[in-house]
């Protein structure tokens, strides 16, 4: 028996190998799809570490959350993000030690400029001024190992007086701040050859 499409005629035979032949192009495409997906997650997990779990919980789904972490790194691909130069950097470091060595009389303070060094860094970096979640995505895309730290120690910084914190979670604060600043600090270049290693 013959069918017609379109003007021609196909035999049963010509149809049942159209329809194979359509069916493994369909799989062969939604297999490739599934591929680039997993490749694409793994990519982004591995990239972005806690920040990828954190990016499915606030978003709700996979999906939103690795779409918005491409975001991130559109947004920040566009930023003029630059090293330190030597004279800037020797700056920082000797604010950071001025800074740390006011801890022990005044540990409130002291991360409260931790904090203020850490954005007054990030700016001279490149980095735009924004509020903490936007600058924080920011900081994610090249430095994703310590946006864990930056949230805890940000959390504490800028914690109402009404609110103390403990001598020891100021502790935390400033251990996690000192960590931040040496991976903002170091040469981008130094970085990538040591987690290349």
Same mark, same amino acid.
């Given at each position: 028996?013959?069918?017609?499409?379109? !003007?021609?005629?196909? $035999?049963? +035979?010509?149809?049942?190998?159209?329809? /194979?032949?359509?069916?493994?192009?369909?799989?062969?495409?939604?297999? *490739?799809?599934?591929?680039? @997906?997993?490749?694409? &997650?793994?990519?982004?997990?591995?990239?972005? !570490?806690?920040?990828?779990?954190?990016?499915?919980? &606030?978003?709700?789904?996979? %999906?939103?959350?690795?779409?918005?972490?491409?975001?991130?790194? &559109?947004? /920040?691909?566009?930023?003029?993000?630059?090293?330190? !130069?030597? +004279?800037?950097?020797?700056?920082?470091?000797?604010?950071? %030690? +001025?800074?740390?060595?006011?801890?022990?009389?005044?540990?409130?303070?002291? /991360?409260?400029?931790?904090?203020? #060094?850490?954005? $007054? #860094? #990030?700016?001279?970096?490149?980095?735009? @001024?924004?509020?903490?979640?936007?600058?924080?995505?920011?900081? $994610?895309? %090249?430095?994703?190992?310590?946006?864990?730290?930056? =949230?805890? *120690?940000?959390?504490?910084?800028?914690?109402?007086?009404?609110?103390?914190?403990?001598?020891?979670?100021? =502790? +935390?604060?400033?251990?996690?701040? @000192?960590?931040?600043?040496?991976? #903002?600090?170091?040469?981008?270049?130094?970085?990538?050859?040591?987690?290349?290693?």
């Amino acid at each position: 028996m013959d069918y017609q499409f379109m !003007g021609h005629y196909f $035999s049963n +035979t010509q149809l049942i190998v159209a329809i /194979v032949i359509l069916a493994v192009v369909i799989l062969v495409a939604v297999a *490739a799809y599934i591929q680039y @997906r997993r490749t694409r &997650t793994q990519k982004l997990r591995s990239k972005f !570490g806690s920040e990828y779990d954190r990016a499915i919980v &606030t978003h709700g789904s996979t %999906h939103k959350a690795e779409a918005r972490l491409a975001d991130r790194e &559109t947004r /920040v691909e566009a930023l003029k993000i630059r090293e330190l !130069g030597a +004279t800037e950097r020797d700056r920082f470091v000797a604010e950071w %030690h +001025t800074v740390q060595s006011r801890f022990v009389d005044h540990p409130k303070a002291a /991360v409260t400029e931790a904090d203020d #060094l850490v954005n $007054s #860094l #990030l700016e001279v970096r490149g980095y735009p @001024r924004a509020n903490f979640e936007q600058r924080a995505a920011d900081i $994610s895309v %090249h430095y994703p190992r310590v946006m864990e730290s930056y =949230r805890v *120690a940000h959390s504490i910084a800028v914690r109402p007086a009404n609110v103390e914190a403990t001598t020891e979670e100021l =502790r +935390t604060a400033m251990i996690k701040y @000192r960590a931040i600043f040496d991976d #903002l600090i170091v040469e981008q270049k130094t970085v990538e050859v040591r987690t290349a290693a």
